[in-house]
Structures are given as C-alpha cells and as structure tokens.
C-alpha cells in the first residue's frame, strides 16, 4: 500500500469535515474545509496547483487538480451519487501528469464518506 499513513490522516481529515458540515453542501465548501483540517494536522496541502500538459514539448493544457497532499497524494473532494467513470479517469491521467502515485477521490454527497484510491 502507498502512502497508508498519510491515506489514513486524508482520510480521518474528510471524515471530520464530513461529520461537522453534515451532506448537502458544495464541493468548494469541502474542499475548502478540508484544507483547513488538513493544515491542523500539520500536512502541507496545495489548492488549486497548475500542472502543464506537455505534447511533443508543446503546452497542450493545464491541468489543476484540487488538493495535493504533502507533495504525495492527490486529493479530489466529490459531491456525487457515486464513483463515475469520469472522475476515476481524470485522476489517472493527474497522476500521470503530475508523476505522483496516488490518488483519493473523496465522496461528500452521503452520511457516509466514500472513497476511492487509485494507484499509478
């Protein structure tokens, strides 16, 4: 397993978060106060950090992902039903980009957190 202690805190941070706010809100609220949480447990955690996509040695695009974790672990923070396809492969593509191994999509919508690691 990556990173399994810092899985954990990312993970105990948006259970906090989700247990203060309750379900409901809008993803920038718990982004936002994740970072918070995060920060509180002495993580160093970029919000909104730009990454360059590269083809051929051209800028292509940009990508931002929302959280990164101790320069370790991407973290995308979701309101949704439940784990789409879409979202599993934008982190797989962050993780390509980034040249990071791990991401954790997090699932604010129910009572519930909900997570998905990926590995790269």
Partial sequence: MIHPELSEAIIGAAMKVL????????????????????????????????????????VVDTLVPDLIVNEQVIVDPKVAEDFTPTPIAQMIGYLAITNLRLAILLNFKHADLRWKRMVR
Wanted: with cysteine; charged share 40%; proline share 2%.
């Fill in 19 to 58: 247990n203060t706010l309750k379900p409901g809100l809008d993803e920038k609220a718990y982004e936002n106060a994740l970072v918070i949480e995060l920060r509180k447990r002495d993580l160093k955690v970029n919000q909104q950090k730009r990454f360059d996509v590269l083809y051929d040695g051209c």
